[in-house]
């Protein structure tokens, strides 16, 4: 059973540019996590989807981040007009459901910001 | 909210030591989940181990072991015959057990880096 896949592993945008950073559970998993890690801090919550619904956006910057996870295909973490303060590890992890406590995470997608 | 305290940013043990990482949470819940995560220089989030808060008995996992005093609200981690793979950054993280909207996120410590010495 393949893990939770990112990607790209490193994603470079100037300033003002969009990112997406794709994430795809693992098999039979339907709810997915996105956390950031900033240098040298822990991982920081920023939303919670299910199939076609956000759970859980609490984490989320209000302005430029959104996020998906369509019916079909991965999820999508979109930050548009970045700046350099989103440089940082993106990492997502996927459940199979709310009764399981754990969260398996992916590799992350490192996003550099010139 | 939940908070999660990691006091020591950086520790260091001898190999085939003993080393114990500190962790102290907050939280007004009775019912919730801790965990341990290991980030080695890949970064990968690999979970190293959980303790379900209702469970007196506190988890094992071959070399690694918690100690949970829940009425401290203290979540150590102690790695015994520590070896030069367990060199890597460790998070404690909380989850709560509720079903409400906002209990499935994991709240996560600042981490602890360990060095493992030859």
């Known amino acids: 059973n393949a893990g939770v896949m990112q990607n790209p592993r490193h994603l470079v945008r100037r300033r003002g540019q969009e990112a997406r950073l794709r994430c795809s559970p693992m098999k039979g998993h339907s709810h997915v996590y996105w956390y950031r890690q900033l240098p040298e801090e822990g991982l920081k919550f920023m939303v919670y989807?299910?199939?076609?619904?956000?759970?859980?956006e609490s984490g989320m910057p209000k302005e430029r981040f959104s996020a998906e996870f369509p019916k079909e295909g991965p999820s999508i973490l979109r930050i548009q007009q970045v700046v350099r303060g989103d440089s940082a590890a993106y990492f997502c992890a996927s459940s199979p459901g709310t009764d399981y406590n754990e969260q398996f995470f992916g590799p992350g997608t490192r996003l550099t910001v010139l | 909210a939940q908070t999660v305290t990691q006091s020591q940013p950086e520790m260091s043990v001898q190999e085939a030591e003993t080393v114990t990482l500190s962790c102290t949470y907050d939280?007004?819940?009775?019912?919730?989940?801790l965990f341990w995560y290991k980030q080695p220089p890949s970064r990968q989030m690999i979970l190293v181990i959980r303790q379900e808060a209702y469970k007196q008995q506190n988890a094992t996992e071959n070399r690694f072991s918690v100690n949970f005093q829940k009425a401290a609200k203290s979540f150590s981690l102690k790695i015994s015959d520590s070896q030069l793979g367990d060199a890597a950054m460790y998070f404690c993280?909380?989850?709560?057990?509720?079903?409400?909207?906002?209990?499935?996120?994991?709240?996560f410590g600042q981490g602890t880096r360990l060095t493992i010495n030859p």
């Open positions: 989807l299910q199939k076609e619904n956000i759970i859980d």
């Open positions: 939280t007004s819940e009775s019912d919730y989940y």
């Open positions: 993280a909380y989850r709560s057990a509720g079903g409400w909207q906002g209990a499935q996120k994991l709240v």
